[in-house]
């Protein structure tokens, strides 16, 4: 069983999230906190919200397990065990046994007396105080089992603000109260039950502790200085408090002015199609992620008449610790740009068209609609080509992503980047949830999916195999994992060179876990041989006749 602590996520990716997972034949435990939300159970009654959520600041999601209503929030440790049980018509309540076993192991862990936590006869959940006259409920348990698996599961309140509790009757309980750790005196905190819930998770599964333990790191961290080791690596403040956070020591990273091993040298090739290619671009007004993020295949793919396309503009909303792409106040979509990347890719003859983008935050869809009109004019110009969009997370809104995907683009690819512990320090704006359920979604509309990690800035070997066993079992099946090259002084230190045999074992075990196509070299980037890995996906890049299409005027 894979147990992964999450951080806080949103109701709603995290219930595709598990409906996703629950589609394998993988066993996970997901431990995360919810923003302010209230679910109704399938059989809920209405009547027991008692406010109106979005006037107390929370949504209201209907959902497919048992019980009635219920409140998640920030302060709450939600598990969402999603599991295979084994058949019989008895397995749905041993389950939901097994899961308030799991809480009342794990109080006890927290010092909780075994004699006040426990079960209520003829209600679900986990009380302190059961066996007296004044029961108080700490943990609500709902779980759904489908075709031998599970989905949801339990709720338990550390130090959860309880006047939420005040706008519904919680699971229809009118006349017995729900509580908390604090609350009660106990001054647990919610790092400490994960571990304890993580310590008793073998409950669930036979007895056995889980072995594949990934945590996303988040929160304050301990000042640091710019430069905390005399001698090390100086990074940004702020990027130094992240790493510290997670594990890193800021100052003992590679210097930048290191030499790199021969393997990632890379000598400037300007012959070929390098020259008339960078010219073509700039008349049409294209950018290329190629030259915006430095990437060192430039000189290989553009002397075979390949790019990959950047739209959006040429500046990110984000400011993400690995890469070079300009920050700052975007400038306004430029309607015309979806045309010209489609005459640039009808002019360059090419089979497998990738388009990615900046980060727009400071947009209500985040660039979608761009990239569908971008999809859709390739499609036009150039019907023989298939076509891979490289796309941001859109902040989690499941409706800007589908207005990608009803464009019918070949591969939605999206990066991870990074190990669960890395996320916060190395893309402090996005999320490791947050990337799979966008990968889960887009899977789950039966579109080749793709993802990327990138290796060398702190991550341990089992973490990065833990990721990609994470990105295969929300059904990616393409994957890149490249040698992280620091762009600046302003970036993430290189905190090691992995060496070629390395990441050839990466890409052996990728291949072990079902992905079509892993390119694991020091030297790969997320579209690098992308026509290759689209074949291997069983997609027929056709290349079309290379034609002269007028470009702007000059």
């Not at 110009?381 to 941001?392: D, I, K, M, Q, R």
């Not at 341990?460 to 066993?469: F, I, Q, R």
């Amino acid at each position: 069983m894979r147990v992964r602590w999450l951080g806080r996520v949103p109701y709603r990716e995290a219930w595709d999230l598990q409906r996703a997972l629950a589609g394998t034949g993988d066993d996970y435990l997901l431990l995360m906190e919810h923003p302010h939300v209230y679910t109704l159970g399938a059989h809920a009654d209405p009547g027991h919200v008692l406010a109106t959520p979005s006037e107390v600041g929370a949504d209201l999601v209907q959902v497919d397990r048992g019980g009635d209503v219920t409140y998640h929030g920030p302060g709450q440790l939600v598990g969402y065990p999603v599991m295979t049980v084994p058949p019989g018509p008895h397995q749905g309540p041993a389950h939901v046994h097994r899961v308030e076993q799991l809480v009342i192991d794990a109080l006890v862990r927290l010092g909780l007396d075994p004699a006040s936590v426990g079960r209520l006869d003829g209600f679900p959940g986990v009380w302190l105080g059961a066996d007296g006259d004044r029961p108080r409920k700490i943990a609500a348990v709902g779980v759904r089992t489908s075709r031998g698996r599970t989905t949801h599961g339990f709720a338990c309140n550390v130090d959860t603000d309880l006047a939420m509790f005040g706008h519904i009757v919680p699971c229809g309980i009118a006349d017995r109260p729900v509580t908390s750790l604090r609350e009660e005196g106990i001054s647990a905190s919610m790092d400490d039950l994960v571990d304890a819930v993580i310590d008793a998770s073998g409950v669930l599964g036979g007895g056995a502790v889980p072995g594949d333990v990934q945590r996303v790191v988040s929160g304050a961290a301990a000042p640091v200085a710019a430069d905390p080791v005399p001698g090390g690596t100086p990074v940004p403040v702020a990027l130094g408090r992240r790493l510290s956070r997670a594990g890193v020591d800021p100052g003992a990273g590679l210097a930048i002015s290191q030499r790199k091993p021969p393997w990632l040298r890379v000598p400037a090739r300007t012959t070929g199609e390098f020259l008339p290619l960078r010219r073509d671009l700039q008349q049409r007004s294209l950018v290329t992620v190629c030259e915006e993020a430095g990437c060192p295949n430039i000189f290989e793919c553009w002397a075979e008449g390949t790019a990959t396309f950047m739209i959006n503009g040429d500046r990110c909303t984000r400011s993400c610790a690995f890469c070079q792409v300009d920050t700052g106040r975007p400038r306004p979509l430029d309607p015309g740009e979806p045309g010209r990347v489609a005459d640039a890719v009808a002019a360059m003859g090419i089979a497998h068209a990738v388009v990615t983008c900046v980060a727009r935050d400071d947009l209500a869809d985040g660039g979608a609609a761009a990239f569908a009109a971008t999809v859709e004019a390739v499609r036009r110009t150039a019907p023989g080509v298939t076509v891979e969009v490289l796309v941001s997370d859109f902040r989690g809104d499941a409706g800007a992503l589908a207005r990608v995907l009803d464009a019918g683009p070949d591969v939605l690819n999206h990066n991870i980047e990074t190990v669960a512990r890395l996320q916060r320090a190395v893309r402090p704006s996005a999320g490791y949830a947050r990337s799979l359920t966008v990968l889960a979604r887009a899977s789950g509309t039966g579109t080749v999916t793709k993802s990327g990690i990138i290796v060398g800035m702190g991550e341990e070997p089992d973490e990065v195999l833990a990721t990609m066993a994470d990105l295969r079992s929300v059904g990616v099946s393409l994957l890149t994992v490249g040698q992280y090259l620091r762009p600046g002084p302003a970036n993430l230190p290189v905190a090691r060179w992995w060496h070629p045999d390395e990441l050839d074992e990466l890409a052996r075990a990728g291949r072990a876990m079902g992905f079509a196509h892993v390119q694991a070299t020091p030297l790969t980037r997320s579209s690098h041989h992308a026509g290759e890995a689209a074949a291997a996906a069983g997609l027929s890049p056709g290349r079309v006749v290379r034609r002269a299409v007028a470009g702007p005027p000059r």
